[in-house]
């Protein structure tokens, strides 16, 4: 069994002098497309995420809600859901991406406390063949953070990350909305299901489900609860949705992948 690599990240203040409580997840490995060379756009290849969560604490241990902390569980389904649809050119992407996912504000449809900031270490275990392991750590801060929202009439999109070929986006959905088949230009894309309740294509999705390919620009999800609900998409290539419906029917739907662990 080979040893625990070891993980040093900075210490955090809160505005009262005090040490920042510190959430990890360890360890999380994917096998993706991640590199710059062909042979790395082509063949999936282990990427290792750690991650460090500093935030305060102490109202989760008092009143014992889950949205006064961070939900690990759901976290890394979405974290490995990122991994899956970026396809990362450098390992630089990959942790500013990941960061900026994290420290992003929370949302009704996924609530959590807020993050001060994140330090977050990516590493390719099979890049050099056994030579050398590389990997990348960086730390961010909240304050830092600067995200660009935009009003739809379904709700808002949350520019999350842009990389070079793709884009991370937030679609917030409205009590009463709907977001309509696209027809935005997009190749490829997918789609994870983050809050309860939500119906695609008039029949109810689970949280945590994800659908992928061309054909997710066909769905539409419509959002009957009187909370609003997000739905975390990855889309090629990285262009904001549009409002302009596409013509014809509505794609089919397949059985989508679960990313999130049984509760």
Not at 36 to 53: F, G, I, K, M, S
Not at 142 to 147: F, I, L, N
Request: glycine residues 10%.
């Amino acid at each position: 069994m080979s040893q625990e690599p070891v993980w040093i990240h900075p210490v955090v203040n809160d505005a009262q002098g005090r040490p920042l409580d510190v959430m990890e997840l360890r360890g999380l490995t994917v096998d993706v497309i991640v590199g710059v060379y062909n042979r790395e756009r082509v063949t999936p290849q282990p990427l290792r995420l750690d991650v460090a969560l500093f935030l305060d604490a102490r109202q989760a241990a008092v009143g014992g809600r889950l949205a006064n902390t961070v939900h690990y569980g759901r976290l890394a389904g979405e974290l490995r859901f990122l991994l899956d649809a970026c396809r990362f050119e450098l390992l630089e992407s990959a942790a500013e991406a990941v960061c900026r996912y994290l420290l992003a504000p929370p949302t009704d449809a996924a609530p959590h406390a807020h993050l001060y900031a994140a330090t977050v270490r990516v590493t390719k275990p099979e890049a050099l063949t056994g030579w050398a392991i590389p990997s990348l750590q960086v730390h961010r801060t909240s304050e830092e953070m600067v995200y660009r929202t935009e009003a739809k009439a379904f709700g808002h999109v949350d520019v999350i990350h842009e990389g070079a070929t793709y884009g991370v986006y937030r679609l917030r959905v409205a009590p009463g909305r709907g977001i309509p088949p696209r027809a935005d230009g997009h190749t490829e894309g997918m789609e994870l299901v983050l809050g309860a309740g939500m119906l695609l294509q008039g029949q109810p999705v689970g949280r945590g489900l994800a659908f992928s390919g061309p054909g997710v620009f066909g769905h539409r999800y419509d959002n009957p609860t009187a909370t609003e609900q997000t739905v975390l998409g990855v889309y090629r290539p990285r262009l904001v949705l549009s409002e302009q419906e596409a013509a014809g029917s509505a794609a089919p739907v397949g059985p989508g992948t679960l990313y999130y662990l049984p509760e």
